[in-house]
Every structure is written in structure tokens, then in C-alpha cells.
């Protein structure tokens, strides 16, 4: 379980295929305090460390992770915004994120407003209907707040986000161009509320 307030930011160093893939990410972490078989958030991926030293960690993503996460995102060089999982006690300061990706959004427009960025994002027929206007998103790991929706024609749904400098500082959110990819994870409270009508409307 996670907040979605991101603690670090990591870099892939090294990419192997064995069976699974096999990541090495450097971060800023201490691993003296990381068990292997510990969970970390990468760009809002549960993934487990199995493997660690100093600066660095390694962890397993499976072909159905890759298979349901934003395109390119486990290559070399990509920068992934990382949380480690929360502790009884830990202050929760954005919303419960459960670290499994829902679908992959696309940017469709990204604009500097005020010294902060408006940022457009395109979501599946499918997430569409758990996104609300001042609800909860996670968006490669981060907690954020939906600032507004507009329905298309072809059951899509495009919402805007505010990023203001410090998130896009301490983050990866700095860098969504028009036409990249990102992981979405719908507010879990969102997901209940949904199955709930279904069934209310079915019944």
C-alpha cells in the first residue's frame, strides 16, 4: 500500500531479460534500512526488491506488466518516480494507492500556465468512468487531484491536472510532453463506488 507522494526519484542503470525482466535502478535511497522482498512504486508499479547494495536496487517486472504499463518506460536511462510501501504510523498525505496499474493515459496537451503546467490527459472508454472532477488519480505514481473532465463522443474521457513547481521538481511530472504515455491508477474508492451502481442499476 502506498500514498502516491513520491520519496525519490530513480533511474533505470541496466535492463536484462530473464525470463522476467531484471532492473537495476539506481537511487538515493539508504538499502541499509530496504529488506529484499520489500515493496517499491515504480512510476506507480508495486514491484519487489530482490536484489540490493548500496545506491541501487534490482526487481523483477513480469511480461504482464510490461504488457500493461506506459510503452518504454522500463528501458535504460528512464527516470521513474519512486515511493517505498507505507508503515503503520506514516503520515498519508495524498490518497490509498494500491500500486496496480489501471490503463495507460496519453498526454494530449501540456501548457506552462502561471509558472505552473496544465497538462491534458487522454483516458480509456474503460477508466473513463472513475475519473471525477476533483476526485483522486494516480499518474506514474503521484497523487493528484483532477482538476475537470470533458466526456468525448467515443466514451474516452479527457481530464486536466495542475502541476505545480514543486511536484514537477520532485518528480518525473516535469517532463509530460504532448504524446507520452502514463500509468493511470483510479482512486480505489472510485473503483467500489462503480461496482456498487452497476449492480444498484442491474438490479
Known amino acids: 500500500m502506498f500514498t502516491g507522494i513520491i520519496t525519490d526519484i530513480g533511474t533505470i542503470k541496466q535492463s536484462k531479460q530473464l525470463g522476467d525482466l531484471r532492473l ?50 522500463w528501458r535504460p536511462g528512464t527516470r521513474l518516480n519512486l515511493e517505498r510501501a507505507l508503515k503503520v504510523g506514516d503520515e498519508l498525505g495524498g490518497h490509498i494507492v494500491t500500486g496496480h496499474v489501471d490503463g495507460v493515459g496519453r498526454i494530449v496537451a501540456s501548457e506552462n500556465v502561471g509558472g505552473s503546467w ?32 470533458v466526456d468525448q463522443s467515443d466514451g474516452t474521457a479527457h481530464f486536466t491536472l495542475n502541476i505545480i513547481p514543486h511536484t514537477a521538481e520532485m518528480t518525473t511530472l516535469g517532463e509530460l510532453a504532448e504524446g507520452r504515455e502514463i500509468n493511470l491508477e483510479i482512486d480505489v474508492l472510485a473503483r467500489y463506488l462503480k461496482r456498487m451502481e452497476d449492480l444498484r442499476v442491474g438490479s
Open 118 to 149: 496544465k497538462v491534458t490527459i487522454a483516458a480509456s472508454a474503460l477508466l473513463a468512468p472513475y475519473v471525477a472532477s476533483k476526485g483522486s488519480i494516480t499518474v506514474d505514481g503521484a497523487s493528484l487531484t483532477v482538476n475537470s473532465v
Open 24 to 73: 537495476i535502478i539506481e537511487c538515493n535511497y539508504d538499502m541499509a534500512g530496504v529488506a529484499i522482498g520489500a515493496s517499491i512504486a515504480c512510476s506507480g508499479v508495486c514491484l519487489t526488491v530482490v536484489d540490493k547494495a548500496d545506491g541501487w536496487f534490482a526487481v523483477d517486472v513480469s511480461g504482464e506488466s510490461v504488457a500493461c504499463t506506459a510503452s518504454g518506460m
